[in-house]
Nanobody, 126 residues
Framework: QVQLVESGGGLVQAGGSLRLSCACS????????MGWFRQAPGKEREFVAA????????DYAGPVTGRFTISRDNAKNTVYLQMNSLKPEDTAVYYC???????????????????WGQGTQVTVSS
C-alpha cells in the first residue's frame, strides 16, 4: 500500500514562491516515478511535472517550465515541487502521484499513476 501526503500549499501573491512536499509511505519509493498534477475549478486535471526514480530525468508542462522545479530525496521518501514566479493562473489543487510500474519513459497521462495524495490548495492572488 502506498500513501501520499502533500503539504506546503497556501495563499501567495503573484510573483511569490511556494514549495510543495509529498511524503510517501511506500517501502520502494526510490523505484517510483513521481508526478505533480493540478486541477483548477471547472477544469480537467493537468500534468505539471514528473521525476524519474533515479532523479535522472524530469519533465515539465510548458506553462511551468523555467518557473517550477521538481526534485526528490529518496532517503526521506519525499518529492518536492519548488514553484517560483507564481501567477494567478497557477491557482489550483495540486496533487502528488506515484507511478509504481517500471517504465522507460515519464508519463504525462494521469491514468498511468496508480496512487494519489489528497491534494493541497495553492491560491495565487493578483
Amino acid at each position: 500500500q502506498v500513501q501520499l501526503v502533500e503539504s506546503g500549499g497556501g495563499l501567495v501573491q503573484a510573483g511569490g514562491s511556494l514549495r510543495l512536499s509529498c511524503a510517501c509511505s511506500g517501502r520502494t519509493f526510490s523505484t517510483y516515478t513521481m508526478g505533480w498534477f493540478r486541477q483548477a475549478p471547472g477544469k480537467e486535471r493537468e500534468f505539471v511535472a514528473a521525476i524519474s526514480w533515479s532523479a535522472g530525468r524530469t519533465d515539465y508542462a510548458g506553462p511551468v517550465t523555467g518557473r517550477f522545479t521538481i526534485s526528490r530525496d529518496n532517503a526521506k521518501n519525499t518529492v518536492y515541487l519548488q514553484m517560483n514566479s507564481l501567477k494567478p493562473e497557477d491557482t489550483a489543487v495540486y496533487y502528488c502521484a506515484a507511478d509504481v510500474l517500471y517504465r522507460p519513459i515519464i508519463l504525462r497521462n494521469f491514468q498511468g499513476y496508480a496512487y494519489w495524495g489528497q491534494g493541497t490548495q495553492v491560491t495565487v492572488s493578483s
